[in-house]
């Protein structure tokens, strides 16, 4: 699962950050310091599924904003999957719902 969160995170931050004319965000560009596999792989090891929500909801804040808000087509549908991980009560749930959110965001990039 740790892979899926930061994947959902990097392409969150992608979204957010990357611009036609940069460079592309990779995995190990001080952006995603707070956000890689070892930090997910901890939070899921420890079991803090609030923790890992709170990390998410940063990045797809973010994410959100650079898509013009909830107001938009694409907002609204990442708004609503969002919800739906956020919703999760159990790591179980979350991974469940966690790769249609993955999926998404890789999609719209």
């Known amino acids: 699962m740790e892979l899926t969160l930061e994947a959902a995170a990097l392409f969150a ?8 004319d940069g460079s592309p965000l990779l995995r190990d560009d001080p952006v995603m310091q707070a956000y890689d596999r070892e930090v997910f792989g901890l939070l899921v090891r420890q079991g803090d599924l609030p923790g890992i929500q709170l990390k998410l909801d940063e990045c797809l804040t973010s994410a959100l904003e650079s898509l013009g808000g909830a107001t938009t087509v694409m907002g609204r549908e990442l708004q609503r ?3 739906d991980v956020h919703q999760a009560s159990t790591l179980e749930a979350l991974s469940a719902r966690l790769g249609a959110l993955k999926d998404y965001l890789k999609a719209i990039l």
């Open 13 to 20: 931050l992608k979204l957010a950050h990357e611009r036609e």
């Open 81 to 83: 999957l969002a919800l």
